[in-house]
Nanobody
Framework: QVQLVESGGGLAQAGGSLRLSCAAS????????TGWFRQAPGKEREFVAA????????YYADSVKGRFTISRDNAKNTIYLQMNNLKPEETAVYYC????????????????WGQGTQVTVSS
């Protein structure tokens, strides 16, 4: 079992930055991939980024490459998402998810989800 708690959401201006945190508990977390997804009202949940907790390999959606950075602190069991140069269309609830997956970009492969944190980007 893995429990995930997101934090760090809030309001940012276009071009601004926010850092999201995903704090995890559970002994098996160290072997899992952890991903960030977002869901805007009326839209499907979409992949943002993911990281293999065991070896640090990272994955990004094309839309965030060069602006977002996912990282981990294994000592704190925490995954971070640094978001720079934010755009208004990135306003959404951001979720972290964790599991043993073969396709990190596919939400359906994750069984463990946090409650989400709201990110609002004003123009």
């Amino acid at each position: 079992q893995v429990q995930l708690v997101e934090s760090g959401g809030g309001l940012a201006q276009a071009g601004g930055s926010l850092r999201l945190s995903c704090a995890a508990s559970g002994r098996t977390f160290i072997w899992y991939t952890t991903g960030w997804f977002r869901q805007a009202p009326g839209k499907e949940r979409e992949f943002v980024a993911a990281i293999s907790v065991s070896n640090g390999r990272t994955y990004y959606a094309d839309s965030v490459k060069g602006r977002f950075t996912i990282s981990r602190d294994n000592a704190k069991n925490t995954i971070y998402l640094q978001m720079n140069n934010l755009k208004p269309e990135e306003t959404a609830v951001y979720y972290c998810a964790s599991d043993l997956v073969t396709k990190p970009e596919v939400a359906g492969q994750y069984n463990y989800w946090g409650q989400g944190t709201q990110v609002t980007v004003s123009s």
